[in-house]
């Protein structure tokens, strides 16, 4: 087993573990401001504008299952870009997407998650069911050809490129890819973003408010 996925599985037990406490802890949302992280640590208020975000696509599911943008009409869609053998944004992002789905009640039964892989050469359906399962049972994973990722981060204007490489092993590289989460109506239309490191509570909250 390659290093960096040894360290991959140690990261995701500990990210795991904290975003656990982390619910334990909070006692009221209510208390929380709705906002999102930027990069720098500083706080902004949710985007009000309605930038072209989505569009029709089709992708494979993690049970190999081909699936389109219409499949999802109907739901709330919370939707993450990210790979597998990210060490750190993805397998947080998609903790604090479970905690947010713990704390929605009843009403997470109107929402539904979705991890699109930015890597399809290595994360095959198999791959991507295998992961999901560290996460909420509600977890929809995608993933597809080239073209068809492709043509899914054009039409939510997602970046992905590989940054590290392995020179003895070209399957072992590592990625930079854009970090926000999309909210996305129950028809397909964009509603709101969350920046990464949002806590569960506040994605929680401003959900809420469109439920």
């Given at each position: 087993?390659?290093?960096?996925?040894?360290?991959?599985?140690?990261?995701?037990?500990?990210?795991?573990?904290?975003?656990?406490?982390?619910?334990?802890?909070?006692?009221?949302?209510?208390?929380?401001?709705?906002?999102?992280?930027?990069?720098?640590?500083?706080?902004?208020?949710?985007?009000?504008?309605?930038?072209?975000?989505?569009?029709?696509?089709?992708?494979?599911?993690?049970?190999?299952?081909?699936?389109?943008?219409?499949?999802?009409?109907?739901?709330?869609?919370?939707?993450?870009?990210?790979?597998?053998?990210?060490?750190?944004?993805?397998?947080?992002?998609?903790?604090?997407?479970?905690?947010?789905?713990?704390?929605?009640?009843?009403?997470?039964?109107?929402?539904?998650?979705?991890?699109?892989?930015?890597?399809?050469?290595?994360?095959?359906?198999?791959?991507?069911?295998?992961?999901?399962?560290?996460?909420?049972?509600?977890?929809?994973g995608l993933t597809g050809n080239t073209q068809q990722i492709e043509n899914v981060k054009k039409v939510f204007r997602i970046y992905a490129a590989k940054s590290q490489q392995d020179e003895k092993d070209p399957d072992d590289y590592l990625m930079d890819h854009?970090?926000?989460?999309?909210?996305?109506?129950?028809?397909?239309?964009?509603?709101?973003?969350?920046?990464?490191?949002?806590?569960?509570?506040?994605?929680?909250?401003?959900?809420?408010?469109?439920?």
């Amino acid at each position: 087993m390659p290093l960096r996925r040894v360290y991959f599985y140690l990261v995701l037990a500990i990210v795991i573990l904290a975003v656990g406490l982390g619910l334990r802890a909070f006692t009221d949302s209510s208390k929380s401001p709705v906002a999102t992280v930027t990069d720098k640590g500083s706080r902004k208020t949710q985007s009000s504008g309605t930038p072209a975000i989505g569009g029709s696509f089709t992708a494979v599911n993690q049970h190999g299952d081909v699936v389109s943008d219409k499949t999802y009409q109907g739901k709330y869609v919370l939707i993450f870009f990210g790979y597998t053998f990210c060490p750190d944004v993805c397998p947080t992002t998609l903790s604090t997407f479970t905690t947010v789905m713990d704390l929605l009640g009843p009403d997470a039964a109107k929402v539904q998650p979705i991890f699109v892989t930015i890597d399809p050469l290595r994360d095959t359906p198999e791959h991507l069911k295998e992961y999901l399962t560290h996460f909420h049972k509600s977890f929809t994973g995608l993933t597809g050809n080239t073209q068809q990722i492709e043509n899914v981060k054009k039409v939510f204007r997602i970046y992905a490129a590989k940054s590290q490489q392995d020179e003895k092993d070209p399957d072992d590289y590592l990625m930079d890819h854009s970090s926000v989460s999309y909210l996305m109506g129950p028809d397909g239309k964009f509603l709101t973003f969350f920046s990464y490191g949002l806590e569960a509570e506040v994605i929680a909250t401003k959900l809420k408010e469109f439920l």
